[in-house]
């Protein structure tokens, strides 16, 4: 079992930036992707970004490439979210998730690829 505490939102004005957190405990974190979602009310959770835990390839969504940057600290067994040029659009709650199938090294995109989320933490963007 695996447990995804993720930390780091809050409310912060268009332009500004967050980083979000999340660390995984449990057990020895083998798993071979690492994910942020979020979600708006009334909408679908989105992909926002990955990581393969093995090599640190990363993967994003278009909406926030060139803003977001997802890293890990294997030490720590967290993974983050550097969020810069926040948009209004940006506010949503936002998941971590961890992947420990070998499917989720393709279909890293998608929420069915992942074994285990977190509670999730409100990121609210102000205009």
């Known amino acids: 079992q695996v447990q995804l505490v993720e930390s780091g939102g809050g409310l912060v004005q268009a332009g500004g930036s967050l980083r979000l957190s999340c660390a995984a405990s449990?057990?020895?974190?083998?798993?071979?992707?690492m994910g942020w979602f979020r979600q708006t009310p009334g909408k679908e959770r989105e992909f926002v970004a990955a990581i393969i835990w093995s090599d640190g390839s990363t993967y994003y969504a278009d909406s926030v490439k060139g803003r977001f940057t997802i890293s890990r600290d294997n030490d720590k067994n967290t993974v983050y979210l550097q969020m810069n040029s926040l948009k209004p659009e940006d506010t949503a709650v936002y998941y971590c998730a961890a992947g420990f199938w070998p499917s989720s090294l393709k279909y890293y995109y998608t929420d069915w690829a992942y074994n285990y989320w977190g509670q999730g933490t409100q990121v609210t963007v102000s205009s």
């Open positions: 449990g057990r020895t974190f083998s798993g071979y992707a």
